[in-house]
């Protein structure tokens, strides 16, 4: 939970570089994330999340800058599974053990009680199937697997990389509202992902990187207003209106004919700014329409010339991450996933997770 009375984050990342050979993947990142909000870390593909995540869960060590959780570095926390949980990649499970049998594992090797596990399993609805198989589970399945572990110490941050990739409309939606379950009850939880639309409907706050460094900080709500309108305005004296918008000094500009007649464009101006010169100066008009750009074109606006194409280094960084996975020694059988899922996907409504103790920190 928030330290009241005190300005301590949950998560706090300062001046954080990560140099591969000659790239800087992560650029004097700095950021606070904090509870009782869901927040999004967002950016194109290759903008550097995964890296991040992974220097602020310790897997990674910064070039220069720090990450912190709780005030101290991961290396550096007590009991670090009851302090932050993570979802990073949801086939990091042995295929051959149950989902149940996987998180006892996981639970022995970290000192969290025995009777956490079926908690958890209920918390992400996975009861009915604990005894089955991981490695026959389905995506949407391994997703909530992978956010059991997570939960498993009870921690008050979490942070899920890309829980939604790949998953159908309803594991989409479960995962959105067990994420904002876990924020109301005063946890801090970053969630990345490189679908803006997707995180304004799951996040409240957003942090946007793009190339490894910060575009924004800021809520959902206000980063999305910035979005550009874009109005149209046609006239059979468009000669004139041209004119008498410039000498309203708004800049117009002519648009191709679309087979309704020559039009212009205008950015940053509202249809009844446009409306009001045209009756002013005596104009008819055929034509006046605003268009807001969407969610995603504000994000690709803002990330243009942001966005890092794979090359050989993705094949560097896929190696990299069958290294010991997050929360424990490393498992065999990773990314060996395959087989459809034994009894479908567990198909019961989204429960609450359980009652956030609080108390760590
Ligand atoms: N171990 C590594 N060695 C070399 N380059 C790496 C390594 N890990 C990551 N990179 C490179 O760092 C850049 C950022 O990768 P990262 O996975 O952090 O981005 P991302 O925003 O999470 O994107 P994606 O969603 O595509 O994974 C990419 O160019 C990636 O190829």
């Not at 639309?197 to 900080?217: C, D, F, K, P, Y």
């Not at 104009?283 to 504000?298: C, N, P, Q, R, Y």
């Amino acid at each position: 939970m928030a330290r009241s009375g005190t300005l301590t984050f949950m998560i706090s990342v300062q001046g954080l570089t990560k140099v591969y050979g000659k790239n800087q993947v992560v650029s004097n990142l700095t950021f606070d994330v904090k509870p009782g909000v869901v927040t999004g870390f967002l950016g194109p593909n290759g903008a550097g999340k995964s890296t991040t995540m992974r220097m602020i869960l310790g897997l990674d060590r910064p070039t220069s800058g720090v990450a912190t959780i709780n005030g101290a570095t991961y290396q550096k926390l007590k009991n670090p599974l009851t302090q932050v949980g993570a979802l990073l990649d949801a086939k990091w499970v042995h295929p051959n053990r149950s989902a149940r049998g996987h998180l006892r594992w996981m639970a022995a090797a970290n000192g969290i009680p025995a009777h956490r596990v079926d908690q958890v399993l209920s918390d992400v609805g996975l009861t009915e199937v604990a005894g089955k198989k991981a490695g026959g589970f389905s995506l949407g399945m391994s997703q909530r697997l992978g956010i059991a572990g997570a939960l498993l110490g009870d921690p008050g941050v979490l942070l899920f990389d890309e829980p939604v990739n790949g998953l159908d409309p309803e594991g989409i939606v479960w995962i959105r509202q067990f994420m904002r379950a876990l924020a109301d009850q005063g946890r801090t939880v970053l969630v990345s992902s490189h679908l803006l639309t997707e995180m304004s409907l799951t996040a409240e706050h957003l942090i946007v990187i793009g190339r490894g460094q910060l575009i924004a900080n800021s809520s959902v709500k206000d980063f999305t207003s910035s979005a550009q309108v874009t109005v149209r305005v046609r006239s059979p004296r468009l000669g004139e209106l041209q004119s008498a918008l410039a000498s309203a000094g708004l800049r117009s500009v002519p648009l191709p004919d679309d087979g309704t007649g020559p039009a212009l464009s205008l950015e940053n101006v509202t249809t009844d700014q446009v409306g009001d010169i045209a009756a002013a100066n005596g104009i008819g008009l055929h034509e006046l329409s605003g268009k807001t750009a969407s969610l995603e074109e504000v994000f690709m606006t803002m990330t243009a010339g942001a966005v890092e194409y794979h090359g050989d280094a993705s094949m560097a960084y896929s190696a990299q991450q069958q290294q010991a996975p997050y929360g424990g020694p490393p498992q065999q059988g990773q990314g060996q996933y395959g087989g459809p899922p034994p009894g479908g996907s567990p198909n019961q409504a989204p429960q609450q997770p359980k009652q956030f103790g609080g108390g760590q920190a």
